[in-house]
């Protein structure tokens, strides 16, 4: 649900809440923040945002904004740290037969993460984050593109999920003459504490005569440690046929393992378990096509129909198929 009053004068206040079945239906607050409309052009408002981490990801959650169940899950994989807490600068430009619309943001985020080690949520935040988009359209297609990057508060994501995993391969490594300078270089190098975060995204969309392409490509990571590269990409194309619009779509995620963060371990022990752990960090990819209908059954109604199919790495998952459907209102 979300709502907007225009306090006069070129101030309003925004909120938008959101819940869904994944958390108990429990209610959270992903838009609530207060504009000022300095003039045409520019805006600036402070509060709480869905985080801009992607081209879609503020209206993520707005179904009715775009013409799938659920938006490719490759890219929208679904991140904890989806609002964040700042100000923004939005601007819009008119540059003849173009529109060129920019956002920068300031702020950040402290919540919980889920923890494959633990099988639970730990505190986990992103300090400083900086996040910058732009987008330029013409006649029926724009192209995009934007990052965010932050600092990484997870020093209690190292305590209980990082160190625990390399814990055995330090043990070894120390019994077989590694000194401690060693072992603490080396727990440096694998952490995630006061590391940096850096996203970034890049894509096009076009809309002409009833016919519809969406292209993005995403890459992410927490630089120089153990986490992965993350590569993510959608292709969709669509057809409008009056009040229906259908859609089909292919997408693609794939880690990618880097044991760059190592150089200048030494002890082969020490560099095996931080490559390992490597490894084990970039063992997910998923691939899959989907096709999607929309029918607006009113003006400010639709209803959504959504298979899709596909390949997880996983052993748990593999071959899967999905069925979704739902109705989106705006009022």
């Not at 503020?58 to 609002?83: C, M, Q, W």
């Not at 996203?199 to 995403?218: H, K, M, T």
């Not at 022990?269 to 990819?285: D, M």
């Amino acid at each position: 649900m979300q709502a907007q009053a225009d306090l006069g004068d070129g101030l309003s206040a925004t909120v938008q809440l959101f819940s869904e079945g994944i958390n108990d239906f429990e209610v959270d607050a992903r838009w609530a923040y207060v504009s000022y409309q300095l003039n045409d052009t520019n805006r600036i408002s402070g509060g709480r945002f869905a985080n801009p981490i992607f081209h879609q990801s503020e209206y993520e959650k707005v179904g009715y904004a775009h013409n799938y169940s659920r938006l490719p899950k490759a890219v929208y994989i679904g991140f904890d740290f989806s609002t964040v807490e700042g100000v923004a600068w939005d601007s819009q430009y008119s540059l003849g037969d173009y529109n060129l619309t920019t956002k920068l943001l300031y702020g950040g985020w402290e919540g919980e993460s889920f923890s494959a080690v633990t099988n639970g949520f730990v505190d986990f935040g992103i300090d400083n984050i900086i996040s910058a988009n732009a987008t330029l359209e013409g006649d029926g297609w724009q192209v995009f593109g934007g990052l965010f990057m932050g600092s990484i508060d997870g020093a209690i994501i190292d305590s209980t999920t990082v160190f625990p995993l390399a814990a055995g391969g330090i043990a070894l490594a120390s019994a077989n003459g590694a000194t401690v300078a060693q072992v603490n270089e080396f727990k440096e190098r694998i952490s995630w504490d006061e590391k940096d975060a850096f996203y970034w995204f890049s894509g096009f969309a076009i809309d002409r005569s009833d016919w519809l392409v969406d292209f993005e490509y995403v890459a992410y990571e927490v630089e120089d440690s153990v986490d992965a590269l993350n590569k993510s990409w959608f292709l969709a194309v669509g057809r409008r046929f009056d009040k229906f619009v259908v859609t089909a779509h292919t997408e693609d995620y794939s880690q990618e393992a880097d044991t760059g963060f190592l150089d200048g371990v030494t002890n082969p022990y020490l560099f095996g378990t931080g490559k390992a752990i490597n490894t084990a960090f970039a063992a997910r990819e998923f691939d899959g096509v989907g096709l999607t209908v929309r029918y607006d059954f009113h003006p400010s109604a639709a209803i959504k129909v959504d298979y899709f199919q596909g390949t997880d790495t996983r052993a748990a998952v593999g071959d899967y198929s999905l069925l979704s459907f739902g109705v989106d209102l705006v009022f």
